[in-house]
């Protein structure tokens, strides 16, 4: 069902709002070579391949990277489908942009997110964009509830939270059921301030270009929700 509920997350409408926004935020040129990490299923790889832009896809989980692999087929489309963790990409000046988008900002502990940043530093061009969204703790934790639930399509979701003080990481349980089934999933992330995530981006060399609320596309304030940041090396 976790599948199923990830594709529910993001209607086709979204998909191509999001890819405009990648577009235009990161001054994408005709024909540029972008990376998207984590690609899941290659919903936005698809989306900005099919836009004509050189895109390659990276990601862990095999079962979702065999869905975009069979929809770039069926849609004649190149795409290079990379399967790799993300912290480990060996690749150095090789793309205009690389993007991460739906959540997967924050997945590992402090290290790994680090080694995540410098590999996507790495790999962009001198003067590349490496455009992402995230939960930012001003943001966020004021409006943080310890449960909540939604519905995606016939399955309802519960999700009970928990923020982790001492490691400033939001930890989650969630509860799919469809009838008389149901699974439980537990999933973590780390929730950076925005002062510790421009330390982070400095570190691997990057430096913050602009930062917007990912709903709005304004400027990127404390009361804002979901933060849309373009860096650039």
């Not at 599948?3 to 024909?31: D, M």
């Not at 919903?43 to 975009?68: C, F, K, Q, W």
């Amino acid at each position: 069902m976790f599948f199923e509920v990830q594709r529910g997350f993001h209607s086709p409408g979204h998909t191509q709002e999001q890819a405009e926004n990648i577009i235009k935020y990161g001054e994408l040129k005709p024909g540029a070579k972008v990376m998207d990490i984590p690609c899941g299923n290659g919903r936005l790889t698809l989306e900005l391949a099919s836009r004509g832009y050189n895109m390659t896809g990276v990601d862990i989980t095999e079962p979702l990277m065999d869905i975009g692999r069979k929809r770039s087929d069926e849609m004649k489309l190149a795409v290079d489908w990379i399967l790799s963790d993300m912290r480990k990409i060996d690749m150095e000046n090789k793309f205009d942009a690389a993007f991460c988008m739906g959540g997967s900002f924050g997945f590992f502990d402090d290290a790994g997110n680090a080694a995540f940043v410098s590999a996507v530093a790495r790999s962009l061009k001198p003067g590349g964009k490496f455009i992402f969204e995230a939960h930012i703790a001003e943001s966020l934790l004021p409006k943080l509830s310890d449960r909540d639930w939604f519905e995606v399509d016939d399955i309802i979701v519960l999700d009970k939270r928990h923020y982790d003080l001492e490691l400033g990481r939001i930890d989650s349980e969630w509860t799919l059921i469809r009838g008389n089934k149901f699974e439980k999933l537990d999933s973590s992330i780390r929730v950076y301030s925005y002062r510790e995530l421009r330390r982070l981006l400095e570190d691997s060399g990057l430096k913050i270009f602009a930062a917007y609320d990912a709903k709005t596309m304004e400027k990127f304030e404390a009361r804002s929700s979901l933060l849309f940041m373009i860096a650039e090396k």
